[in-house]
Each structure stands twice: as structure tokens, then as C-alpha cells.
């Protein structure tokens, strides 16, 4: 079987696939707690002006945009744009099940086992919010690291171009867009929870199913 064809029918037995597999294995297991943290507060703040009415959202805003923490907070959410930006992108990769189970993974099956939903649900979210999740990973590093994004791109950084994104990043055109981008925010927290649920689960399922570790 060639190499192509492998990919299209059993991608799950290339070195290349378990590589990238283990790349976003551990990158999610570290970077998880912290972008469910982001997402959560995310999507509060898309309704920000609609909130100030009645209350301040001044200090959700900062904790969002710098943590409270100035140039060290926005560094840190810059690598985590990084993070989910790297994320998405071996996700996609890990996504594909082979021609023959494709379909399958883009539905859940609500009935157990709990593995089966989790594994699911993480599959499915993550190819139908892609572009969301993406977007929300390369803006949150383009905030942080304006000059080095655009040098990695060959690109001119501008006022324009950042206004645009952070209208992307926030779903600024109208209330039924920040509606979808609030609900849609909070897929990166459920991509989360549950990718860490399948991780502790495959570090425990491994752990007891070779008694000579530990």
C-alpha cells in the first residue's frame, strides 16, 4: 500500500499521524485549563457593552486580554494563541479517520459509553468550529506578537488589519453574530474538558494495561 492510499484508508498506521498525534496529545494536556480559562471569559466579554449598562466588565476584559499583567500577561496569551493555533491544525490531521469512517466523525453518538461520547463530541466540535477555533488561536497570537506574526507571513502589520481582527475575534457585527460567537466561544472550554478527559483515560487505560510501569 502506498503511501497516499494509507493516508486515505489508514491513517491511524503512519509514523507521521501518531507523530502529530502525540504533538497535540501533549500540547493539550499542558495548554488545557488555561484556553478553558480564555474561552469562558471570551465569550463573556463579547457582551461587554451590553453588560456595562448594568455592570463593570472592565476587570474581565483585562484578566481576558493580559491576565492583569501587562506585557507578561500578553505574552503568555500569546503563546497560548500559539498553542491552539498548533492545536487545530494537528487536530484537523488526527481528525481524519480514513475514507471509510469519515462520516462518522462528524456526528456524536449520545449512547455509551461515556469514552465513545467524549471522544465524539471532541472530534466533532473540533471539525465543525474549526475556522472559529483557528481564528481565535492566530488572532490571539497576532495580538500579542503583532511584529513577529507578520514577519512569519511576509506581511506589513497595520491599524486597519487589527481592527478587522479583533472584529473577527469578537464577532462585532451585530448582536446575532456576538449571540453565535458567545455560544461558539465556549467550544474551545468543551474541546478542553473533554480532550483531557481522553488523555488522563489513555494514561490511565496504558498505565494498567502494562503492570511493569510505575
Known amino acids: 500500500m502506498n503511501l497516499w492510499r494509507q493516508w486515505l484508508?489508514?491513517?491511524?498506521?503512519?509514523?507521521?499521524?501518531?507523530?502529530?498525534?502525540?504533538?497535540?496529545?501533549?500540547i493539550g494536556i499542558i495548554a488545557a485549563m488555561y484556553l478553558a480559562f480564555m474561552s469562558v471569559t471570551g465569550s463573556i466579554i463579547v457582551f461587554r457593552n451590553q453588560l456595562s449598562g448594568w455592570t463593570s466588565v472592565e476587570w474581565i476584559v483585562k484578566l481576558h486580554s493580559n491576565l492583569h499583567a501587562g506585557s507578561t500577561g500578553q505574552f503568555v496569551n500569546g503563546i497560548a494563541g500559539a498553542c491552539l493555533t498548533v492545536l487545530c491544525l494537528t487536530g484537523i490531521i488526527v481528525w481524519w479517520p480514513g475514507v471509510k469512517y469519515w462520516r462518522r466523525s462528524l456526528t456524536v453518538n449520545?449512547?455509551?459509553?461515556?469514552?465513545?461520547?467524549?471522544?465524539?463530541?471532541?472530534?466533532?466540535?473540533?471539525?465543525?468550529?474549526?475556522?472559529?477555533?483557528?481564528?481565535?488561536?492566530?488572532?490571539g497570537f497576532y495580538f500579542a506578537f503583532p511584529d513577529l506574526f507578520a514577519a512569519l507571513l511576509f506581511l506589513d502589520p497595520s491599524d486597519k488589519a487589527l481592527f478587522?481582527?479583533?472584529?473577527?475575534?469578537?464577532?462585532?457585527?451585530?448582536?446575532?453574530?456576538?449571540?453565535?460567537?458567545?455560544?461558539?466561544?465556549l467550544v474551545p472550554a468543551i474541546l478542553a474538558l473533554t480532550g483531557t478527559f481522553i488523555c488522563c483515560r489513555r494514561v490511565i487505560f496504558k498505565k494498567h494495561s502494562n503492570p511493569n510501569r510505575g
Open 164 to 185: 478587522w481582527l479583533a472584529e473577527l475575534h469578537f464577532g462585532r457585527f451585530g448582536w446575532f453574530s456576538e449571540a453565535v460567537w458567545s455560544i461558539v466561544g
Open 9 to 26: 484508508e489508514q491513517p491511524h498506521k503512519l509514523r507521521v499521524h501518531n507523530a502529530v498525534f502525540q504533538i497535540h496529545f501533549c
Open 110 to 139: 449520545w449512547g455509551p459509553p461515556l469514552a465513545r461520547v467524549t471522544w465524539d463530541l471532541h472530534s466533532a466540535l473540533g471539525f465543525w468550529c474549526f475556522f472559529f477555533v483557528f481564528l481565535w488561536g492566530v488572532s
